[in-house]
Each structure stands twice: as C-alpha cells, then as structure tokens.
C-alpha cells in the first residue's frame, strides 16, 4: 500500500480564495482524521470521521472550515474564504479502529498571503 | 478533560545519553497511550504505544514507563544517537477514537 496520500503537497493562494485540500486514506482503514500543526499549538484535531460519518467535528474553528468523506477510498478539507491565520500544515490520518496505529500522510503545507 | 500536557519544549541530549519526555493526562476514559516521532518535511509516525495495564514497554532503545494512578506516562530513549532526532509527541485516545496529542518535544541529539 502506498500509504495515506495527500494532495496537494504545497499551496499558496491569496487571502480570500477557496482551499482544498484532499486525501486518500489507506485501503480498508475505516476511521480518518484531518489535523493541522502549527508551531504555537502543536497538532490540533479539526474532525474524524468513522465508516465515512463524521463523528466529531468540534475542533474545526469556524464555519468556513468543511470536510467530507464521500466514500471509503477519498476525504476533502475545504477552507472558503481562506485567511493568513490558516496557513498551517494540514495532516490526514488514516487507522483501522481497534488497531490503534494511526498512519498520517506528508501533510499540506498551505500559506495564505 | 481532553488535553495532554508534554513537557520539555525542547531537549538537547549528547550521543549516547538518555532522552526523557514526560506527558500528563486528565480524561481516565482514555486507554491509549502512544509516542509518535515527526522528522522534518514528514508526518508523524508512530514509535511505540502501550495500554494501562502494563506499567512498562520497551522496544529496543525505546521505553514508555506509565503511573495510571498519577496519570502520567514518559518516554524513555536510551543511548540516544543523532538520528533520534526529531519531534516527538505523545498521545491519548479512547477505544482508538479521537487520538489527542501533546504539544510535541524537539529533540537535538549531538555528537
């Protein structure tokens, strides 16, 4: 398997625009995750999602935060209208519940000027 | 209630000596404890875990020690080598759900 796989690996765009970022979880994982880190606080959990259902979204910051899972096999982190204070690295994560090891992509650098 | 509290912020360790990262924890709902190491440029990936009904586990230089009763675990890196270095970041979840990370700890390991 090739892993968790995101895209893109780097986007910068202007303030106001819409972001979206993408992942495609590892093939039979069934619970997957989007985090962003940031120097000041460190990995934050946004929302995770079980068989595709999002159970817990209360660390998206505010509504022009929005995920979706689709389907087993492709999840969307949309930011509209981006802002400076969103630059960030954004991490999907992927596990097979009741595994434990949670299995993260190379992340989304985003920078919003 | 969710939080996970690491310390130190950063630690310098010469070849050879021992690492020790220290995490707390509040929510005794939560029955998963791993240890995951990020390089640059990468995302993180998981080193070593344990659940709280050992108090110990060791994987080659790598050991998670665990007190349930003061809801604190550590990690324990022996013979620590340039290559350990990176961030680390301990973590906590209930039932694999929702895995809550601490702030992360930078290790520096020189010659």
């Known amino acids: 398997d090739a892993g968790v796989i995101q895209s893109p690996r780097h986007e910068v765009t202007e303030m106001g625009q819409e972001v979206t970022l993408r992942c495609k979880p590892i093939?039979?994982?069934?619970?997957l995750f989007w985090y962003r880190q940031t120097m000041m606080r460190g990995l934050e959990l946004l929302i995770y999602f079980n068989n595709n259902v999002p159970i817990d979204d209360s660390g998206m910051p505010e509504d022009r935060f929005s995920a979706k899972m689709p389907n087993a096999s492709f999840s969307t982190l949309k930011i509209q209208p981006s802002e400076p204070r969103d630059s960030a690295v954004y991490f999907c994560a992927s596990l097979l519940r009741g595994q434990g090891e949670a299995f993260f992509g190379q992340g989304t650098r985003l920078t919003v000027v | 209630q969710q939080q996970v509290k690491q310390s130190p912020q950063s630690l310098i360790v010469q070849k050879g000596g021992i690492s020790i990262i220290n995490c707390a924890y509040e929510?005794?709902?939560?029955?998963?404890f791993p240890w995951y190491q990020q390089f640059p440029g990468k995302g993180p990936a998981l080193l070593i875990a344990?659940?709280?009904?050992?108090s110990e586990k060791k994987e080659g230089r790598f050991t998670i020690s665990f007190n349930k009763s003061a809801k604190q675990f550590s990690l324990h890196i022996m013979d620590s080598q340039p290559g350990d270095s990176a961030t680390y970041f301990c973590a906590a979840s209930r039932n694999t759900d929702k895995l809550i990370f601490g702030t992360g700890t930078r290790l520096q390991v020189f010659p």
């Open positions: 093939s039979g994982h069934n619970s």
């Open positions: 929510n005794t709902a939560f029955d998963y």
């Open positions: 344990i659940r709280p009904d050992v």
